[in-house]
């Protein structure tokens, strides 16, 4: 079945440092996907998506390609702050039956030190 | 708009009790979700509905949860025994019908069971 998969955190940074989290799809077809990000004691937010192969999400600073070749959609930016700290989750959005739901890697955590 | 809105964002119970959670959705959104996270299981989808009606209950654990979702404006999640295990926090998210509609998720209710 569809899944994602996130590299493992927590990833530990100093400000201004460059960011990368890995992400990797299985699905049949060419779903949507998406960043979600979760601020601590909030809610999952949509960070930013794209809706098919090469296609480039941003949004804040970060960025993420669709790439259809790898099943990737690595998440990046040139300088983090200690604001991103947060819980980033990769996910895709599965069409079935006339209904869709998003199916969700397992979130890495980014901590960032001033 | 106000976003989703859930409450309690916090409760704390004792083991048999029933708990009910609550969630108002984003006006003319049409599905809504229910998710639960914790440390060892991460995010994990109990149930959803389209247009008031559930689609797919496949993530709920066990008889002793049920989700209802009288109108388009509100929808409740019940645990009934409540026990130790079900602490986790509990978010509702809503969204609006299309391929690739962006999920807009609460702030979660942070469940304790004693």
């Known amino acids: 079945g569809d899944s994602v998969t996130q590299m493992e955190g927590p990833v530990t940074l100093s400000e201004e440092a460059c960011l990368t989290i890995?992400?990797?799809?299985?699905?049949?077809?060419?779903?949507?996907l998406f960043w979600y990000v979760q601020y601590p004691g909030e809610g999952l937010q949509l960070l930013l998506k794209?809706?098919?192969?090469?296609d480039k999400g941003s949004n804040k600073g970060f960025e993420a390609t669709y790439r259809k070749e790898t099943t990737s959609f690595h998440l990046e930016k040139g300088s983090v702050q200690v604001s991103d700290s947060a819980v980033y989750f990769c996910?895709?959005?599965?069409?079935?039956?006339?209904?869709?739901?998003?199916?969700f890697g397992a979130g890495t955590r980014l901590a960032v030190h001033p | 708009d106000a976003g989703v809105i859930q409450s309690p964002r916090h409760e704390v119970t004792e083991m048999g009790q029933e708990v009910t959670l609550r969630c108002k959705p984003i006006?003319?959104?049409?599905?809504l979700f229910w998710y639960r996270q914790t440390m060892m299981r991460g995010l994990e989808l109990l149930i959803y509905?389209?247009?008031?009606?559930?689609?797919?209950d496949s993530g709920m654990p066990e008889d002793r949860f049920s989700a209802k979702m009288p109108n388009a404006s509100f929808s409740t999640l019940k645990i009934q025994p409540s026990e130790p295990r079900d602490s986790a926090v509990y978010f509702c998210?809503?969204?609006?019908?299309?391929?690739?509609?962006?999920?807009?998720f609460g702030p979660g209710t942070r469940l304790l069971v004693l």
């Open positions: 006006s003319g959104h049409d599905y």
């Open positions: 794209a809706t098919k192969a090469d």
């Open positions: 998210a809503s969204s609006s019908t299309g391929l690739d509609e962006t999920q807009y």
């Open positions: 509905f389209n247009n008031n009606v559930p689609i797919d």
């Open positions: 996910a895709l959005i599965r069409f079935s039956g006339g209904y869709n739901k998003l199916i």
């Open positions: 890995n992400c990797t799809y299985t699905a049949t077809g060419y779903p949507s």
